[in-house]
């Protein structure tokens, strides 16, 4: 089931040094995910996850990237407690690492088990363990912008590859709270719906560089040839794209977790990411 995350994981964690630790915690917890199988119950879902999902997410964390490892320990009782998926599919308010904890376990409960606990979106919050953090601006749930299955903000942006070498393919949102992916307007911010005011920070040559502005081609020097980063103006906010058409084998849930690079320059330049991603990036 999966097969292509676990591959391109791997290729991934080769190819990108700094992205290391956490593809290998994201490649533990496929193994999480994978060992549930068919198990999930159609009724209680929640609390079966709670009971039996959650304490595989910990011992894969445990052995991860210290930094989230240490927070686990320190939050202890705190971050495991019952309730925890009963407050994520809320969206009441969580710590990071309650919120990484519950998006590691709820990866394996269908949308239908959760959907019907969720109200709408509160005040911003710490949105992960990374940089980024929620927005209070967002549009509601059923706007362009936020998933038309489960109310969820946009985790990514990904472009599917184009006939025409000279026009972008058409451009799609990812969920972040389920699996769900819509088509959404190229010249729109997914976050306020802004329209025009858009920047476009293209890969950089190096992984220590600053991505630079435009849509220039890459060349042999690309670290992140089929990324990208596109921000509003208004609202200040952005989410990494994914260009397929420059990479078919790319996975856009997964390369999005190498661009910590990308994330951390625009945390610089003063903008915030739509939704940070499981590993708080």
């Given at each position: 089931m999966y097969g292509r995350e676990r591959v391109r994981a791997g290729e991934l964690r080769d190819r990108y040094p700094h992205a290391a630790e956490v593809l290998g915690l994201y490649l533990a917890l496929v193994e999480v995910w994978e060992s549930v199988g068919d198990d999930v119950p159609a009724d209680g879902a929640l609390e079966w996850a709670e009971a039996n999902v959650l304490p595989r997410v910990l011992a894969a964390t445990a052995a991860g990237p210290r930094p989230l490892a240490d927070a686990i320990t320190a939050a202890g009782a705190a971050a495991t407690g019952t309730g925890l998926l009963d407050a994520w599919a809320a969206d009441e308010d969580l710590t990071p690492v309650e919120?990484?904890?519950?998006?590691a376990t709820m990866h394996v409960v269908p949308p239908k088990a959760w959907t019907a606990r969720r109200k709408a979106p509160g005040p911003a919050r710490d949105d992960g363990p990374g940089p980024g953090s929620a927005r209070a601006d967002r549009p509601g749930p059923g706007s362009g912008g936020r998933c038309a299955a489960c109310g969820g903000a946009a985790?990514?942006?990904?472009?599917?590859?184009?006939?025409?070498?000279?026009?972008?393919?058409?451009?799609?949102?990812?969920?972040?709270k389920c699996p769900h992916e819509w088509n959404f307007s190229a010249t729109t911010c997914p976050n306020c719906g802004e329209t025009g005011k858009r920047t476009v920070h293209a890969e950089a040559h190096a992984a220590t560089e600053a991505p630079h502005v435009g849509r220039a081609a890459p060349d042999d020097r690309s670290v992140f040839p089929h990324l990208r980063a596109e921000s509003c103006q208004t609202c200040r906010s952005y989410l990494i794209d994914v260009d397929l058409g420059r990479d078919a084998r790319a996975v856009p849930r997964v390369d999005e977790l190498a661009a910590v690079p990308i994330d951390l320059h625009l945390a610089g330049l003063g903008y915030t990411k739509i939704t940070p991603n499981l590993m708080g990036f």
């Open positions: 919120r990484y904890l519950a998006r985790q990514l942006s990904y472009r599917v590859a184009s006939e025409d070498p000279l026009v972008s393919g058409r451009r799609m949102l990812a969920c972040a």
